[in-house]
T-cell receptor, first 117, second 115 residues
Framework: AQKITQTQPGMFVQEKEAVTLDCTYD???????LFWYKQPSSGEMIFLIY??????QNATEGRYSLNFQKARKSANLVISASQLGDSAMYFC??????????????FGSGTQLTVLP | DAGITQSPRHKVTETGTPVTLRCHQT?????MYWYRQDPGHGLRLIHY???????DKGEVSDGYSVSRSKTEDFLLTLESATSSQTSVYFC??????????????FGPGTRLLVL
């Protein structure tokens, strides 16, 4: 089974509107961290936001917030007031505490967001 | 900017030839990673290192080897390149803060085409 599922291959949003990018995850580990990365067309991977499984509040970073629903195993990224520069591929990723010395991240397949003027 | 560079940034090679990709970091991070990115798969871990001469396999390690003889350099080698290894390769470092919040930062990527 996929550990990270991003069901929206592509999304469109009007400039200045808010948009939600979906991410569901699968783990039996009680301790885990969830990350979102942005990949613009230039190709680099940019860290956006982090949410820990024990965090009581939803994470926020500027216009980015994470809608964390632990019981539903979802960690959706909300981008408020979309800008043209937000057009990019967005990846959800997870680290489980049982990943051992690797500390590796497991990534979803991504959502391509296009912001329309 | 986590001070990560990758070289070369682009490479075209032929099937059966050896290829080495280099990742260089300037901030003395202990953990380094090699991922590959393919359409529909996100990023998948190839190998990682947790110190000089300490390396281990990731999810998709077949056909790849790595070496880390000094802290700042992590090399990925394709011993005999195949067309299935055409991909974008990302190096990453981990900021070891302890705990799950430890964040990985990525280099600019290397585009490899195997003909």
């Amino acid at each position: 089974a996929q550990k990270i599922t991003q069901t929206q291959p592509g999304m469109f949003v009007q400039e200045k509107e808010a948009v939600t990018l979906d991410c569901t995850y699968d783990t039996s580990d009680p301790s885990y961290g969830l990350f979102w990365y942005k990949q613009p067309s230039s190709g680099e991977m940019i860290f956006l936001i982090y949410q820990g499984s024990y965090d009581q509040q939803n994470a926020t970073e500027g216009r980015y917030s994470l809608n964390f629903q632990k019981a539903r195993k979802s960690a959706n990224l909300v981008i408020s007031a979309s800008q043209l520069g937000d057009s990019a591929m967005y990846f959800c990723a997870m680290r489980e505490s049982l990943s051992g010395s690797a500390r590796q991240l497991t990534f979803g397949s991504g959502t391509q967001l296009t912001v329309l003027p | 900017d986590a001070g990560i560079t990758q070289s070369p940034r682009h490479k075209v090679t032929e099937t059966g030839t050896p290829v080495t990709l280099r990742c260089h970091q300037t901030e003395n991070h202990r953990y380094m990673y090699w991922y590959r990115q393919d359409p529909g798969h996100g990023l998948r871990l190839i190998h990682y290192s947790y110190g000089v001469k300490d390396t281990d396999k990731g999810e998709v390690s077949d056909g790849y080897s790595v070496s880390r003889s000094k802290t700042e350099d992590f090399l990925l080698t394709l011993e005999s390149a195949t067309s299935s290894q055409t991909s974008v390769y990302f190096c990453a470092i981990s900021t070891v803060q302890g705990g799950l919040q430890e964040t990985q930062y990525f280099g600019p990527g290397t585009r490899l085409l195997v003909l």
